[in-house]
């Protein structure tokens, strides 16, 4: 009997031991807190494979249910330092030196945030076009294809407007301004453009 309860009680406390283990090692990693302004050494590391480099990355183990509302963030291929950011079920497409900008519609749900996800880079493809015009100056716009783990791609297409001011009124540290522009202009402005060469 004293064997029997013996046993039993040794199962218990090694079933509480690898429970504690799990626990200390992030489980599947979906409760850790990453953060979005990590240095490029840490973005390609597997924080549930490598516990160890948590603390120098600033990754924590959220022991609560509100790590569901903690930023997730994929990177896109091009341009450099282009990621994709979820938070609060919100999607943001943020560029070096800008305000983020809001990724509306189906490619909210067909986006996938994990820690399997989270080391793949999304392969968009990125279309930049300058275009010289009498009137207007100096036209900058951009297309992007975002695919997703859904399959499809969604395109996207901005305009980057000219800062205000000369070097003297504006900061030189100033980021980008970038503005959403409906796709079919922006193909009307590279084909007339591709025209008068």
Do not use: W
């Not at 968009?124 to 009137?135: A, F, G, V």
């Amino acid at each position: 009997m004293k064997r029997n309860i013996f046993f039993a009680s040794s199962i218990v406390f090694l079933a509480f031991l690898a429970g504690c283990a799990g626990s200390k090692s992030g489980g599947s990693g979906d409760n850790l807190e990453i953060p979005t302004n990590m240095p490029p050494i840490c973005r390609d590391i597997d924080f549930v494979a490598q516990p160890d480099m948590r603390e120098m990355c600033g990754v924590r183990v959220s022991h609560s249910k509100a790590y569901k509302n903690i930023p997730q963030q994929r990177y896109l291929i091009k341009p450099a330092e282009t990621s994709i950011v979820k938070s609060n079920g919100q999607l943001e497409l943020r560029f070096q030196n800008s305000l983020p900008l809001i990724l509306d519609g189906p490619i909210v749900d067909e986006l996938v945030f994990n820690q399997d996800t989270r080391l793949q880079k999304i392969r968009n493809s990125y279309d930049y076009h300058e275009i010289y015009t009498k009137n207007s100056g100096r036209i900058r716009i951009f297309k992007m294809g975002i695919p997703t783990d859904a399959g499809n791609t969604y395109n996207f297409c901005y305009n980057i407007p000219e800062k205000k001011g000369n070097a003297r009124t504006r900061s030189v540290a100033m980021g980008n301004r970038i503005e959403a522009m409906s796709c079919a202009d922006f193909d009307r402005l590279v084909a007339e453009n591709t025209k008068k060469k």
